[in-house]
Structure formats: structure tokens, C-alpha cells
């Protein structure tokens, strides 16, 4: 087996990290948001934070088809978290907002994230200020450099 290229190590090590970190804060997400998926939790956090959440906004965010989102939010007008209304500017356009039910979940949520922001901060504060901007950097340059190949990729423009 040859060795792994530089690049292929950074990619690996994102991933690993991404891995990691998922399944050490997926117990507690479960316990803390039972009965709600992962993407459902997301979909809420993504109607909460855009300003016209409708369903190709929330598609585009989320990285899901219009048709998933769209039986993600059905879900979830069950489940009482979210409610649809019409856009005063476009009758044609339905927009979402959260509940009372959905904004529980959203705050459990974003409390959770700052509970695991507390946990991993020791590492981060091995890290100066250049080496942050260096690493936001990267980050930005190859986020852009995947959006120009998905604007190109036939599947992710269905």
C-alpha cells in the first residue's frame, strides 16, 4: 500500500475529525431532542436563522432536494414545531416560522452546541490568532473550490 499523500491525510483527518466529534455529541443531541432527527433539528435551526425560510432556501442550505425538505416540514407541521404561511410580498410563497414547540428545540439545540464549544475550547486555545486565520482561510478556499464543482456537477443541480 503507498503511503498517503499530504492532501490525502488532510482530507482523511477532516473527516476523522467530523466523525469523532458527531458521534461524541450524538448521544447527548438524542437525549436532549428525543423524537427528532439529526435533519429535522437542522431544518429547525435553518428556519429559525434564514429570513425567508421557504423550501428552495432551506433545500440550498441544507444540501437535500426541494422534495425532502418538503417532507421534512411536513414532519414537522405534525409534530407541532413548525407553521407555514403565505409571503405578504408572494401569495404563491409559503414561508415557515417555529412554533413555541420548535423554538424549545432550537434553544436545546444551540445550548448544546455552546455546552460542546466549552468541552473542545482547550484546543482551541492552543491555537494563536494566525494559525486560526490560517486554518478559516484554507477552510474558505476549499468550501468555495466544492461549490464551484457542485455548480458543475449534474447531479447537484437537479
Known amino acids: 500500500m503507498m503511503p498517503y ?6 482530507i482523511r483527518g477532516f473527516r476523522d475529525v467530523y466523525n469523532k466529534m458527531a458521534a ?10 428525543a423524537g427528532y432527527t439529526s435533519t429535522e433539528v437542522h431544518l429547525i435551526e435553518a ?11 432551506l433545500a440550498e442550505t ?7 425538505v418538503t417532507k421534512l416540514t411536513q414532519k414537522l ?7 407555514r404561511y403565505q409571503s405578504p410580498e408572494n401569495k404563491k ?12 428545540v432550537y434553544d436545546t439545540h444551540r445550548d448544546l452546541h455552546q455546552v ?18 490560517e486554518l478559516l ?13 457542485a455548480s458543475h456537477h449534474p447531479l447537484t443541480n437537479s
Open 137 to 149: 482561510h484554507f477552510l474558505a478556499l476549499y468550501s468555495n473550490h466544492l461549490d464551484q464543482q
Open 47 to 57: 428556519i429559525n436563522d434564514l429570513p425567508h425560510p421557504n423550501v428552495t432556501q
Open 62 to 68: 441544507l444540501f437535500l432536494t426541494r422534495s425532502a
Open 5 to 10: 499523500t499530504d492532501e490525502e491525510k488532510i
Open 77 to 83: 407541521l405534525k409534530k407541532d414545531a413548525i407553521t
Open 116 to 133: 460542546f464549544r466549552e468541552r473542545d475550547q482547550p484546543i482551541f486555545a492552543t491555537m494563536d490568532a494566525e494559525q486560526k486565520a
Open 24 to 33: 461524541l455529541n450524538k448521544q447527548e443531541m438524542e437525549a436532549a431532542l
Open 93 to 104: 410563497e409559503i414561508l415557515f416560522a417555529l412554533t413555541e414547540e420548535g423554538q424549545s
